[in-house]
């Protein structure tokens, strides 16, 4: 894996609905700051396919576009604040943050990171590429490779539940997103990431110690992305 961590199955968990909406809110209101057409606004575009597929409601998602965009009284006062250190046995981790608070994400942060380690900025993503990453299912009879290829994409690994993710330079995220939807790609996901260099395998029971860390760090409500360098 080394991208994206995600817990498995929290899309279909009831007593996660409200939390997934909030990030996914959060997410469409700093994507609108550069503008409320997600026909002009690829980042927007794909932040609001996310909610749609979470069943979020036509009233909640265009608020949440309004509010980025500043066409409401209450604005969108959410920073990006990323974490760097390492989750029990050592896995590196980079978690972003989307907040209105700093000194209340902070303090969450550091009392989940007592079960792990919590480094400086520059600690572990020297160990990590930033790059362009995009989810998407295939069509009847599609070979990944050359899909990849015509698309532009630089790399490619296996998703979860027959998905595909597909790595490219993030300044080509768009391009080859644009490409593979047209080769009849369904894209699920696109946007900048981090990719371990170095992703690490453990066994059963560290891998579960690893992902009830990963966990604690995903319930938190500004946590919006998770990166550990898990194989």
Not at 75 to 101: M, R, S, W
Request: proline share 4%.
């Amino acid at each position: 894996m080394g991208a994206q961590w995600k817990q498995k199955g929290r899309e279909q968990a009831a007593d996660a609905r409200g939390r997934i909406f909030s990030k996914l809110a959060k997410e469409i209101s700093i994507a609108a700051r550069a503008g409320a057409d997600p026909d002009m606004n690829p980042r927007l575009r794909m932040a609001v396919e996310a909610a749609k597929k979470a069943s979020m409601t036509r009233e909640t998602l265009e608020r949440a576009i309004k509010k980025g965009a500043g066409l409401l009284d209450e604005k969108a006062n959410y920073e990006l604040v990323a974490y760097e250190g390492f989750a029990p046995h050592q896995v590196a981790v980079i978690v972003e943050c989307l907040t209105d608070n700093r000194a209340r994400t902070a303090t969450n942060v550091r009392n989940i990171f007592r079960k792990g380690q919590l480094g400086v900025s520059g600690s572990v993503s020297w160990d990590f590429k930033r790059e362009g990453i995009i989810e998407a299912d295939p069509p009847a009879g599609a070979d990944a490779e050359s899909a990849a290829i015509e698309a532009g994409a630089q790399d490619l690994e296996p998703g979860e539940e027959g998905a595909t993710r597909f790595f490219t330079e993030p300044s080509d995220l768009d391009s080859v997103t644009k490409a593979l939807a047209a080769q009849g790609w369904r894209v699920s996901a696109s946007k900048p990431g981090w990719r371990a260099k170095n992703p690490i395998a453990l066994d059963e029971a560290a891998r579960k110690e690893t992902e009830a860390f990963l966990q604690a760090l995903d319930a938190d409500d500004d946590v919006q992305e998770i990166y550990a360098a898990l194989a």
